[in-house]
């Protein structure tokens, strides 16, 4: 039995401080920004974030800024993923997709909230396919520049978008729907977001 204690105790003791964090992560970052949702404070209550961070990261996992992954991208601040699933408001009858930049993090948060949840890369969002699943919300892990055609033609009829975006050098939180062919983006908060590079446009010259 001693054993045993002594065994389970620095694990209980990681599993305490890993909750405290995410308590004070809710409390200082999320409800001091203003996003009080409680479905969205109770699944990032519930999701270690330290088990979507390098190893190097873990005892710094609940800062608020982004941290680099093992992959060169980046896991965003919390805050970021709380302002961005109040605004998606994610159902239970939602079929979602997620652009992942690699942490897992943002489908760990989703997942129980909706009916499924698909993951792609960015080169995969940027990349025709030949599958026919559309969905009816997408939610993006960094802020893009421009949705493209072949992430669009992924979108169910009026689905709906929640990324980030960047614009000279200024990133924002948006939300968009689907009509016809095109997704329109409304800009909102502005707010510190990783850029996904994939998603860049084609920059034009003038003389």
């Known amino acids: 039995m001693t054993v045993t204690a002594t065994k389970t105790a620095p694990t209980d003791a990681l599993a305490a401080s890993s909750a405290a964090s995410r308590r004070a992560m809710v409390d200082s970052q999320l409800r001091t920004s203003g996003v009080n949702a409680e479905f969205v404070l109770e699944r990032m209550l519930l999701v ?15 800062i608020d800024r982004a941290i680099t992954l093992e992959n060169g991208r980046k896991i965003a601040a919390p805050l970021f993923y709380g302002m961005l699933l109040e605004e998606a408001q994610p159902k239970a009858s939602d079929t979602v997709l997620v652009v992942d930049a690699g942490s897992g993090y943002l489908p760990a948060l989703v997942g129980p909230l909706v ?22 919300l997408v939610l993006i892990d960094g802020a893009v520049e421009s949705i493209g055609q072949p992430l669009a033609k992924r979108m169910a009829a009026d689905g709906r978008i929640v ?22 983006l409304l800009p909102l908060a502005e707010i510190g977001i990783p850029r996904l590079s994939e998603f860049d446009t084609e920059k034009s010259w003038s003389f």
């Open 163 to 184: 990324t980030g975006v960047s614009k000279q050098g200024v990133t924002r939180l948006a939300t968009g729907r689907k009509a016809g062919d095109d997704v329109a």
């Open 115 to 136: 009916g499924q949840v698909d993951v792609i890369s960015p080169e995969e969002a940027v990349t025709s396919s030949p599958k026919r699943t559309t969905y009816s």
């Open 48 to 62: 270690p974030r330290e088990n979507h961070v390098p190893g190097h990261a873990q005892g710094t996992a609940y």
